[in-house]
């Protein structure tokens, strides 16, 4: 219990410290919001308004539900835990979280956590505004939705243990920015939420498909449309649950060779 006190303590400080720089995190939504305007925008044009073309098997209805969901996914999660990870272990002050009672890997989700409800209040706000102009998306049956809730669920640890993964490069590297766009470039075109990985040649897709990356949009995204109903959105997010549990055992395995590199000189 004692634990559990202390991990909601770190996510209450990260909700605090979203709301100090809330014009950071307004810049960062921001930024996500104009790419879903923009999408909206260019698909509506390739796909007419609703008179049956369909590109990939994908018609304006549908696109237009995939965008909202590739919105909400890349909403959630911000840059704000990776830079403040990334500056305490680059600047040595990771040894003074190293030395409080709790997990590390399990606090940073907690802070990571933190800051979700604030993200998810913002999603609502712009994906009304989107559906307010752009019309209401169909939802999916019951069972579908339930699927669907429950990837959006796990789409926020296995979004963390991404980054977390990427972030520990820093005790070999202090070059985070560089490493941060190459991991935003490549989860944004294999999780699908730049096109959908329909769009992709056969081989790729596929890859994509059944690598972790597509847990971070195309799951959700794909079974919102009704493009993956039934066994196929379970196999789905079954694939998603276990790459988070395979990723967060490596992340631990990870953990334990960069200890080996952190030296803190101090007086």
Known sequence: MKAYRAYRAHARA?????????GSFLLALGGTAFQLIALLAVWRVLLGNGDGARIGGFDWPHMRSYLLVAFA???LVGGFVDFRMSHRIRSGLVSL???KPVDYQRARLWECIGGVWIEALAIVVVAGLAVLFSGPPQLPAAPEFGLF???MVALVPLKFVVSYLTTLACFWT????GLLWSRQALTGLLSGALVPLAF??????TAAQWSPFAGLTSTPALIFVGQATGRHALLLVAVQLGWLALLWLAARALFGR???????HGG
């Open 14 to 22: 990260a909700a605090l410290s979203a709301l100090a720089y809330r």
């Open 73 to 75: 996914t890349g909403a």
């Open 97 to 99: 979280d190293l030395v």
């Open 149 to 151: 809730a429950l990837s």
């Open 174 to 177: 202090e070059n985070f920015v």
């Open 200 to 205: 992709f040649p056969g081989w790729l897709a």
């Open 258 to 264: 960069a200890l080996r590199r952190l030296t803190v």
